[in-house]
T-cell receptor, first 114, second 114 residues
Framework: DTAVSQTPKYLVTQMGNDKSIKCEQNLGHDTMYWYKQDSKKFLKIMFSYNNKELIINETVPNRFSPKSPDKAHLNLHINSLELGDSAVYFC?????????????FGPGTRLLVL | AQSVTQLDSHVSVSEGTPVLLRCNYSSSYSPSLFWYVQHPNKGLQLLLKYTSAATLVKGINGFEAEFKKSETSFHLTKPSAHMSDAAEYFCVVSGSGNTGKLIFGQGTTLQVKP
């Protein structure tokens, strides 16, 4: 009955590889997000989708491509992984798009690029 | 542009004593403000939020925060710390527009000593 789930929880890979992280929410929310938390624990938004439509696209290398097959899923594909991509990636969802909406976070995916 | 500054990177208290985590924000409009908590190797959980209703906001686990527009502050308090409160705390402000973008502070690590 996990509200926001992510797979995998841990991901260790070599530079240059391509990898995907999956996110699913069973809360019936319209809006989903991807955040990156760096080694200093700083959190920054990467993308958001509302009803499968891309809303937020921060200054993220185009090696990162989000995909939302339906409003319950938001996946993140990363091409040509680099050392600097090592971080914790969090998925979140909110009932609808808006500044006052509570966002519910997943447990995170810890990515280590060697 | 919206921004948020957490004034202490690390706060240490004894169990049973009050907790104060300080946060100042900058916003060109009336913002929504949040406090999230992150326990080690976990996702983020909402403690409380302010969205232009009562300025004193009560949250979970005995935490509360007061929105002070004149001081542009949103400090988090708890009367009596518990060992389980040891975690990373993030003050967050909503971004401009209605996209749902959240801007995170740098985080404050709360240590609770027995």
């Amino acid at each position: 009955d996990t509200a926001v789930s992510q797979t995998p929880k841990y991901l260790v890979t070599q530079m240059g590889n391509d990898k995907s992280i999956k996110c699913e929410q069973n809360l019936g929310h319209d809006t989903m997000y991807w955040y990156k938390q760096d080694s200093k624990k700083f959190l920054k938004i990467m993308f958001s989708y509302n009803n499968k439509e891309l809303i937020i696209n921060e200054t993220v290398p185009n090696r990162f491509s989000p995909k939302s097959p339906d409003k319950a899923h938001l996946n993140l594909h990363i091409n040509s992984l680099e050392l600097g991509d090592s971080a914790v990636y969090f998925c979140a969802s909110s009932p609808r798009q808006g500044g006052g909406e509570t966002q519910y976070f997943g447990p995170g995916t810890r990515l280590l690029v060697l | 542009a919206q921004s948020v500054t957490q004034l202490d990177s690390h706060v240490s208290v004894s169990e049973g004593t009050p907790v104060l985590l300080r946060c100042n924000y900058s916003s060109s409009y009336s913002p929504s403000l949040f406090w999230y908590v992150q326990h080690p190797n976990k996702g983020l959980q909402l403690l409380l939020k302010y969205t232009s209703a009562a300025t004193l906001v009560k949250g979970i686990n005995g935490f509360e925060a007061e929105f002070k527009k004149s001081e542009t502050s949103f400090h988090l308090t708890k009367p009596s710390a518990h060992m389980s409160d040891a975690a990373e705390y993030f003050c967050v402000v909503s971004g401009s527009g209605n996209t749902g973008k959240l801007i995170f502070g740098q985080g404050t690590t709360l240590q609770v000593k027995p």
